[in-house]
């Protein structure tokens, strides 16, 4: 079925922002882009999802590697133990010590579910042979696998953070890509006003992420 996503703003990366706009989505492509009242005319029996804020395109995280392999994501279960953000540096080696494989797998799984509902749709490899389950599980989450080389922001020292926008970029350089008809529908919703508010520290809630034109991420 075709879906339209609507939001206040849209802006697609490279073009012009567009206010109270719309992008239609046609299995895993964008079939239209632009004024919602356009997008809605044009497609008139499409489902359509309103969200708040802003709607972009999804983001690429730069510290995937990190995240999955230095990084333990705890269980809910776990919360009130080791609370819910990742543990690092000696946090983890503690728990490395003795985690098993399948251990392993779950702290995987959990970061990338975790990086979902941050926008994240792509994410800075390669995964290599090296580590099969490691690159089965990325495989298997559908984020894509992309070769930042350089980055184009600087990639900090010290903890890693699963909001992509942690490393300083602006949405253009975090970005996985413009949006473009004809392109893979991976977007990224964000319940914040402007651009402005993407940066810096203040919160930037995710109400929802679309990979492949999948709403996998959906946080109301």
Not at 64 to 84: K, S, V
Not at 159 to 169: K, Q, S, Y
Not at 179 to 206: H, K, M, Q, S
């Amino acid at each position: 079925m075709l879906t339209i996503h609507a939001a206040p703003l849209v802006l697609p990366v490279g073009a012009a922002a567009v206010v109270d706009g719309a992008v239609a989505v046609d299995g895993d492509r964008i079939a239209a882009l632009g004024p919602y009242e356009e997008v809605a005319a044009a497609h008139p029996a499409a489902r359509v999802r309103r969200w708040p804020g802003l709607l972009a395109p999804g983001l690429r995280q730069d510290r995937a590697r990190e995240l999955l392999t230095r990084c333990y994501h705890p269980d809910p279960r776990e919360a009130d133990e080791l609370g819910e953000l990742p543990l690092w540096g000696e946090d983890f080696e503690r728990i490395a010590v003795t985690m098993d494989a399948t251990r392993r797998a779950g702290s995987v799984r959990r970061g990338l579910q975790r990086m979902l509902r941050h926008g994240t749709t792509h994410v800075a490899g390669p995964f290599g042979a090296d580590d099969p389950a490691l690159r089965t599980a990325v495989s298997r989450s559908g984020l894509v696998v992309v070769r930042v080389a350089p980055p184009p922001v600087p990639v900090p020292h010290g903890v890693p953070g699963l909001d992509p926008f942690a490393a300083g970029g602006d949405l253009a350089g975090t970005a996985h890509g413009p949006l473009t008809v004809g392109g893979r529908a991976d977007l990224a919703v964000f319940d914040v006003p402007d651009e402005a508010a993407l940066y810096g520290g203040g919160p930037r809630p995710c109400v929802a992420t679309v990979l492949a034109g999948r709403l996998v991420h959906r946080a109301r």
